[in-house]
């Protein structure tokens, strides 16, 4: 495993959930799909690069890229047809 994921994902371990009703900054567009492919794990070394400096010229953005993280952690579960 990467090591930049394994430190966030041990990060992530350690948090409990979001308090209910506290807003979230979220970052504008472009910096949300470049989140975006880094929780996917899909950014190569210098775009990890543009997101480690981003996020300390923002690091409100941290948890909702926390919570991307977690998202594509999560398998999604099957969906079955109904038994009648």
Do not use: Y
Request: glycine share 4%; with cysteine.
């Amino acid at each position: 495993m990467n090591n930049d994921f394994k430190t966030l994902i041990d990060f992530l371990d350690r948090l409990g959930p979001e308090v209910s009703g506290r807003a979230l900054p979220e970052p504008h567009t472009a910096a949300a799909v470049q989140l975006q492919r880094f929780a996917r794990g899909a950014c190569d070394r210098e775009e990890r690069r543009e997101v480690c400096a981003m996020l300390q010229l923002h690091p409100a953005w941290l948890r909702w890229l926390a919570d991307r993280v977690k998202l594509a952690r999560t398998p999604v579960p099957s969906m079955s047809p109904a038994v009648q």
